[in-house]
């Protein structure tokens, strides 16, 4: 009888495994990767390996990385630790000791994963669901997600620090919608890193001995290949990501002051008095506008996709792009008319009204009618709109005086009389004219450097590196004009937050505007006087 | 608690201690004549040494590797012979079956992980590197294990009188708390030989650094912890005083604070 028991049991586990073998054929997906559809250059300077010994990007040879560079970007500069070697644990496949040794040596690491829901992937009815459809789809048993699943590199027998490619073996929609973001180009996250190395002068503050003190740039920056960024390590929490404060620790400050207009916004405010009646288990796909959250958070607007679905990037419905971009909708009088000027490597103008821009504001406006009515919502985006339409004139015209000042003559110092534009020498040396474009590339081949760079996208370097007397007083000016106030002021505008609109954007562009003005004026009479005591 | 709990939790933790023994056993012979300890330090010793313990013990067994400045407790200081997992009477040296032992089953509650990872020929080659860095194992010699006197069954008498030997007569609560949990009035006072803060043991945790069998725990009330502030009490408590002190201490694990 007993024999016969364990013969039943034996069948029945037999019959199980086989069953789940049936119903799962085993798949062959290709596996997640961070720089699929990019160029070959590109993998070659943003993802093979090579530890401590260059930098990244096109300019990769004018720099070694910092240290930190491993933890910022894995792919491509992860080095295993030397003081101790870790392989053995890796070969012997000992998950145990992992925890042993780091319950003692990183304790808030290991209480971290204990109550993440790698450490009980089926603790709850909604994460057991979700856990089943990654073990369908990655053909494992998951009760336990464990460091040595996403820490062990067994072919290497090392140590690896995590980037998206790991956590995408599992989280693979998450992962592709990621990845998505290259579809609508940068300003975006997954191409962070890139926007940080590629600038020219990243590499030339680097070289000048400057490569600390862009450790604001790179903490942002890093974002590219891992999801810790959101999800803090070590519980990789859904519910974290979607709470705004996921967000802030990048999104603030001049540039882009989210933090600062959605947090003092009345949406923020609200969110701020009532927070705990905000239930951040719910999917975003779930919630139900004023009774799970009564204001919206970053993330349930930019993560709205269209037509009630939410993707996992919040990149993909942005119409003004960060602010930075003018649009194709404005008659310039400066060069602004002629942007990208050539340049291959940076975004075209912006067509609001383009039939892409065009639905996106309507797949805008389905996220506003959860509590506002299509007209108030419509009527208040267009007057964003207006607000931008304005803050670019204003841009143009300062940015025609500035040019005009340099066609005269009278920029002073000259161009030529100081350092040239950063790494002048190296983009002659590392682009081609394919890649960054005939003008732009021939003017530095022809006068290396030494000529004025004004206005987006390039003109923003005087906000990284400052040479000497490059740029001058009347470019900083412009530049904070365009990069700083311009962009507060789109935020202030469209988080509805009208101190930030108006005393951080609208009145320091004016004030920018006529000190511009005065400096012109001044410089002009100067380059005269000059004039006319050299001819006497 | 009522006498019937404490009872039912110590059978609980003496059957677990069993287990756990068994399987100690299994992985940890602790006899010599189980294994063969070399008396001379030789190059697997000296290489499994550089590449396993060095980093938290330092090239020269100081308790200083580039890893130890983070970690606390401290990795030990192997220069002064003071080890506290022993057989031998307070302030002397250990066996080299002692170090064996500890080196085969970890230090529960540190970063020192049971090194079962590696053979048992690694494990015994380092036992000559680390007594080299101490002169101690120079000029004298460990005295002999103490004896283990017939244990006890843990009664409810045995636990009574463990009970006002933790409570009253030596007062361990001072240190370890009422509850055990090492939280007592000097607590924060403890150091150690090397200057160190010393947390008393939680014995809540249930997982005592010298091993978990009831022997384990008696041993320790017997030999001392060298160089920590934990004394002998050998000559303080008869050898049926440690029995039941043990079985007392016992009881003050928490099932639950196990699992963390």
């Known amino acids: 009888m007993k024999k016969f028991g364990i013969g039943l049991c034996l069948s029945a586990m037999l019959f199980t495994s086989v069953a789940w073998a049936a119903e799962q054929p085993p798949k062959k997906e290709t596996p997640p990767d961070l720089y699929e559809g990019t160029p070959d250059w590109y993998r070659a300077v943003y993802k093979d390996n090579v530890g401590m010994k260059e930098g990244s990007g096109p300019f990769k040879d004018y720099f070694k990385p910092q240290m930190l560079d491993m933890y910022w970007q894995p792919n491509r500069h992860y080095e295993p630790m030397k003081n101790l070697d870790h392989s053995i644990f890796i070969e012997k496949e000992r998950r145990d000791l992992c925890v042993t040794c780091h319950e003692e040596a990183t304790p808030g690491v290991v209480r971290d994963w204990r109550s993440s829901g790698h450490k009980n992937p089926k603790s709850t009815p909604y994460l057991s669901a979700r856990t089943a459809e990654i073990e369908k789809r990655t053909n494992r048993i998951l009760n336990e997600v464990h460091c040595f699943d996403c820490h062990a590199d067994t072919k290497k027998k090392q140590i690896r620090m995590p980037t998206g490619e790991v956590c995408g073996e599992c989280h693979r929609p998450q992962f592709d919608d990621f990845l998505r973001e290259r579809e609508v180009g940068r300003p975006n996250h997954i191409q962070s890193w890139e926007a940080n190395t590629i600038v020219p002068w990243y590499a030339e503050a680097a070289r000048r001995g400057y490569l600390y003190g862009q450790h604001g740039c790179d903490l942002c920056h890093s974002g590219a290949e891992k999801c810790d960024v959101c999800h803090t390590r070590h519980k990789f929490s859904a519910a974290e990501g979607r709470q705004p404060e996921a967000c802030i620790t990048c999104h603030m400050g001049p540039d882009h002051p989210d933090a600062e207009s959605y947090g003092e916004s009345k949406h923020g405010v609200i969110y701020h008095k009532e927070e705990e009646h905000f239930d951040f288990n719910r999917p975003l796909s779930e919630v139900r506008p004023g009774k799970d959250y009564r204001t919206p958070t970053c993330q349930f607007c930019h993560m709205y996709e269209k037509h009630g679905r939410f993707i996992h990037n919040p990149v993909m419905k942005g119409i003004w792009r960060m602010g930075t971009i003018p649009p194709k909708n404005l008659e310039y009088t400066s060069s602004l008319k002629d942007y990208p000027y050539g340049i291959k490597i940076i975004g075209d103008k912006i067509d609001i009204y383009s039939e892409e821009n065009v639905a996106k504001r309507s797949y805008w406006l389905e996220v506003c009618a959860k509590c506002h009515s299509d007209r108030f919502a419509d009527t208040y985006l267009k007057s964003l709109d207006e607000f931008m339409f304005q803050a670019h004139t204003l841009a143009d015209r300062a940015q025609k005086i500035v040019e005009d000042l340099i066609a005269d003559g009278y920029l002073y110092p000259s161009a030529a009389d100081r350092d040239p534009y950063p790494l002048s020498d190296g983009i002659e040396k590392q682009l081609s004219p394919a890649f960054l474009g005939e003008p732009i590339y021939n003017a530095f081949k022809t006068l290396k450097g030494k000529f004025p760079v004004v206005g987006p996208i390039l003109g923003v370097y005087g906000m990284f590196l400052q040479q000497q007397d490059n740029p001058s007083n009347i470019e900083n000016m412009y530049n904070r004009l365009w990069f700083w106030y311009k962009l507060q002021g789109y935020k202030g505008t469209a988080h509805v937050q009208q101190d930030v609109s108006w005393w951080w954007g609208q009145a320091p562009m004016m004030m920018e505007f006529t000190k511009i003005q005065s400096e012109a004026a001044r410089l002009r009479r100067e380059g005269r006087i000059e004039k006319v005591s050299l001819t006497k | ?260």
């Open chain 2, 1 to 260: 608690m009522k006498p019937k709990v404490l009872l039912d939790k110590v059978g609980f933790w003496c059957a677990t201690a069993v287990t756990s023994a068994a399987l100690m056993l299994s992985i940890a012979p602790m006899t010599a004549s189980a294994v063969n300890i070399p008396t001379e330090v030789t190059e697997l010793g000296k290489d499994t040494y550089k590449k396993y313990c060095s980093p938290c013990h330092g090239e020269e067994g100081k308790g200083d590797g580039p890893l130890a400045r983070s970690m606390l407790p401290k990795p030990r200081d192997f220069t002064r012979g003071a080890y506290k997992f022993r057989t031998t009477p307070s302030g002397s040296l250990p066996t080299d079956e002692d170090i064996y032992r500890t080196i085969s089953y970890g230090v529960p509650n540190s970063t020192m992980i049971p090194w079962d990872i590696l053979t048992e020929e690694q494990r015994v080659s380092v036992i000559p590197v680390l007594k080299s860095f101490s002169e101690a194992f120079e000029v004298r010699k460990p005295d002999a294990p103490v004896t283990v006197g017939l244990p006890l069954r843990p009664t409810e008498r045995a636990l009574t009188e463990g009970k006002k030997i933790y409570e009253e007569k030596l007062e361990c609560w001072k240190c370890h708390g009422v509850e055990g949990r090492g939280d007592g009035p000097s607590a924060a006072e403890q150091e150690d030989d090397f200057g160190f803060p010393i947390k008393p043991f939680d014995f809540t945790t249930g997982k005592f650094k010298g091993g978990n069998s009831a022997q384990d725990v008696y041993l320790r009330f017997t030999t001392g912890l060298n160089g920590t502030p934990m004394p002998s009490f050998a000559k303080e408590l008869t050898d049926e005083e440690r029995w039941c002190l043990t079985y007392y201490v016992m009881s003050l694990i928490k099932p639950e604070e196990t699992k963390k």
